[in-house]
């Protein structure tokens, strides 16, 4: 394999050549630089435990592990399938002069054989995470983290319903909010699979960028905290006329029954957005722009006035004005025309 040297974050990391291989994916072992913001908040996780033990389970070329360890000082275990990925992965933890193991095994086989080991997991595969993410919830120690990627974003977000009911147990649709959906659903599939355990796993961060969506969980208790969390994953309802949207909404709308979608997890995606301190200047903003996000799924205001026949409006007038009668608004990462408020749908609908 053709190889360079680059630097992610302060780490040096011996990646596929982009001069020779045009597109990730063209390369014997799988590198993308787009997900630096992805390992960069990894990262962030990991700075604030204690000498923790970093599982990079499908690791590819270590890169997420190789920051892990070099820039959070954990204690790294390098897996993947693909040898030519372990043997540039083990390259990569000897250039940063890490404490790193390395192993060439199934994830499921490799999480499976180290059951409540690791600090944090991190699951980020070609496609969906789905099947790695039982194994993966043993395989955390008592309030540890889990970390999963998912790039089968329209399996989640409504593209393609049957990978959606397949994959994840939910029902999908195409809507206006169909990133938080999709990011929504998967974290939601994650409490689940904890649930699954009689383990409580708490979304404390998701978000969607690019092609991928990631959630960060946190172990938080056993039973008792499974049956609270796996309450607040909830079916919506949706009316594809008018857009109408809401967790455990109204049956009927416009003079038909509303579509189930999900369930997905209805609780903050951004509690530990805040907390972190994000390792670069791209991190830190991007954590501070999801600190800033409220909790309630968005309203897609473009979307919305397509569906009312109107013209845009622009965004920060229609702010002030959900601020003058009373509520509160943000903006959100998932669109551009995203907004977020405690303000019903009914009223947000007829002010636009
Ligand atoms: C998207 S890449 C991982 C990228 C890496 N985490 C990073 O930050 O650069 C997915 C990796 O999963 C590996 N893989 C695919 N199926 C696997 C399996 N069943 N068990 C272990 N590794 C697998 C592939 O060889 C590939 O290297
Ligand atoms: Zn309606």
Not at 124 to 137: E, H, I, L, T
Request: glycine residues 8%.
């Amino acid at each position: 394999m053709k190889t360079e040297l680059v630097t992610e974050g302060k780490t040096r990391l011996k990646v596929p050549d982009s001069s020779f291989y045009e597109k990730p994916e063209d390369a014997p072992v799988f590198f993308n630089p787009e997900m630096k913001v992805n390992r960069s908040i990894t990262v962030s996780f990991l700075q604030k435990l204690d000498e923790p033990k970093f599982s990079d389970s499908l690791c590819a070329t270590g890169a997420s592990g190789a920051r892990a360890g070099n820039e959070a000082g954990a204690k790294v275990f390098l897996n993947d399938l693909n040898p030519e990925a372990v043997s540039i992965a083990k390259e990569n933890a000897e250039l940063n002069e890490l404490d790193a193991e390395a192993s060439n095994e199934e994830a499921n086989l490799f999480l499976s054989r180290n059951q409540r080991e690791f600090d944090f997991v991190d699951v980020d595969p070609f496609g969906s995470p789905s099947r790695y993410v039982d194994n993966a919830v043993e395989a955390m120690k008592p309030e540890g983290f889990l970390g999963v990627t998912a790039t089968d974003t329209g399996a989640l977000s409504g593209s393609f319903r049957n990978a959606g009911l397949r994959r994840y147990g939910i029902k999908t649709l195409r809507t206006g909010f169909y990133n938080e959906l999709g990011v929504r659903a998967l974290a939601g599939f994650c409490v689940k699979a904890g649930a699954r355990h009689e383990i409580g796993l708490k979304p404390v961060l998701g978000f969607g960028l690019k092609h991928f969506f990631r959630v960060f969980l946190e172990r938080v208790g056993k039973k008792e905290k499974a049956n609270d969390l796996i309450k607040k994953v909830k079916e919506i309802r949706y009316c594809g006329e008018c857009g109408y949207r809401a967790f455990n909404g109204k049956k009927e709308c416009c003079g038909k029954k509303t579509n189930v979608v999900g369930p997905v997890w209805n609780g903050s995606l951004t509690e530990a957005a805040e907390e972190l301190s994000g390792v670069d200047e791209e991190s830190k903003s991007f954590l501070d722009r999801l600190s800033d996000e409220r909790d309630e799924l968005m309203y897609n205001v473009h979307f919305l006035c397509k569906k009312k026949s109107i013209p845009p409006k622009s965004m920060e007038e229609l702010m002030q004005k959900v601020r003058e009668r009373g509520f509160s608004v943000s903006r959100t990462h998932f669109s551009d025309f995203g907004l977020k408020t405690d303000m019903g749908f009914d009223e947000f609908f007829e002010l636009l």
